[in-house]
């Protein structure tokens, strides 16, 4: 009886099994780098906004600390934006005819806000709070990168769930005194180490249920 089969088949067999699982594997390791990209996570990329608002110039330049513009960081799970009288207050009196600026007093004239893009954001079923942030001594630069040395804001971390989950699961090298959360280019004490676990368990950190579902997603 003749055979169905050639006698290379196996070896076909074995190249087409063997090509489809290294395909698979390629195919879903290339997925998850692009995914975890710039290209998709936007960081580092300056967004348009309707005034081009220099982080670099009133922050590193000037010395506005960042709760001028955003006071609800202390206060609120939103950090807030600056109301356009925050604006006028300086440019009222300075570069009050600069073109740039002219949707400011656009702004202030029709009582209509500035419509910022937000380039920080996390998905809508994620909850989360900036005071909470602030009061257990997580920096803002931290999360948004050293804005002393942004032209244009833009997105320094991923804020993917695995990046905030690597921080939950394991604080300490987040941390420092909340009196210094507001600094740039912060500096650690040689003591750091003895100070974070001193401020884990004064401010009532824990780590131990900071993964739990409901903590993000309520």
Known sequence: MPQVFAKSADGVARLVLW???????????LGTAMLRSHFVTGVGEAMAQPVPFSHKHHVGQLGIDCRYCHNGVETSA??????????????????????????????????QPLRWRRVNSVPDYVYFNHSIHIAKGVACE????EVDEMPLMATAQPLSMEWCLGCHRNPGPNLRPPRDVFLLHWRAPEDIDAIRKQLISALGIHPDTMTDCYVCHR
């Open 19 to 29: 090509g489809t699982l290294l395909a698979s594997m390629s195919l879903a390791f």
């Open 78 to 111: 939103s950090a807030g934006l600056p109301a356009t009288e925050v604006c006028m207050t300086c440019h009222s009196q300075l570069y009050t005819n600069a073109a740039m600026l002219a949707p400011v007093r656009a702004s202030l004239a029709s009582g």
């Open 142 to 145: 931290t999360c948004h990168g």
